[in-house]
């Protein structure tokens, strides 16, 4: 290593001191100098560690880190360093669409975070919405991203799925819906797998589960008559308690 820094890193420390200066002052121009820090400078400097003023100021923080195709440090080691710096804080990483999902690593602490944000965002739907509340994905469908992303099941994701009841589970098939891949999409030859897997952990946890197979029409139709059926059984509520006179 000699002692020469490029342009960049000059204006990495520049904009981390900078940062430094302005969020001791509580000026508002940290954002704006903290973003342009993070794109000159990807190893962690003065700047990043303004993490640690944010912890004090909160319950739970979260830190992105984001990659661009074109920077030469990988993402998984920048992620790696900021959670070996601020073990106290959620770090998760995130790549632009040039990057590849070759430069993401998921750890299981991760998964938790996810499952418990899926089910307040689902709450706060089923709130304001209609007696329906149709999810793309859930906590307990998290469970198996778990295991697909880490290679084993997570007790706590499945403590938190069991915490709140879904009535009815949609499963299309692999073979009825082509992949497309959109850039945030990875691993199509999984996708038996996959199915499979969100097809055995219904069955074996006890919940409701409607195979929706055929072309996007059909897939339609039952999914219709399967929500339609179960909005038809209606909501059966104990009898009230007798009173005592």
């Known amino acids: 290593m000699n002692g020469t820094l490029s342009r960049s890193e000059v204006l990495g420390f520049a904009t981390g001191a900078l940062c430094v200066w302005l969020v001791a002052r509580q000026h508002i121009a940290n954002w704006p100098i903290g973003i342009a820090s993070n794109v000159f400078f990807n190893p962690p400097h003065a700047g ?39 073990p106290d804080a959620d770090v ?37 919405g209609s007696p329906v509340l149709v999810c793309d994905t859930d906590s307990f469908a998290t469970g198996t991203w778990h295991e697909r992303y880490t290679g084993g099941r997570s007790a706590e994701v499945e403590r938190i799925a069991a915490l709140t009841r879904r009535h009815l589970y949609l499963l299309t098939e692999d073979t009825d819906v082509p992949f497309e891949d959109d850039g945030l999409r990875d691993g199509p030859e999984l996708r038996p797998w996959m199915t499979r897997r969100f097809r055995e952990e219904p069955a074996a946890t006890g919940r409701r589960l409607r195979s929706v197979p055929g072309d996007r029409r059909e897939r339609l139709a039952t999914a219709v008559a399967a929500v339609d059926g179960l909005l038809a059984e209606g909501w059966r509520f104990a009898d009230p308690l007798p009173e005592n006179r």
């Open 48 to 86: 990043h560690h303004l993490v640690r003023t944010a912890q004090v100021r909160c319950e739970r923080l979260t830190v992105l880190v984001c990659a661009a195709s074109v920077e030469s440090v990988p993402l998984a080691d920048r992620v790696a360093w900021m959670r070996e710096a601020h």
């Open 92 to 128: 998760v990483g995130a790549a632009d669409p040039g990057a590849t999902w070759a430069d993401l690593s998921f750890t299981s602490q991760e998964f938790p975070v996810i499952a418990r944000r899926q089910d307040a965002a689902e709450e706060r739907a089923a709130r304001v």
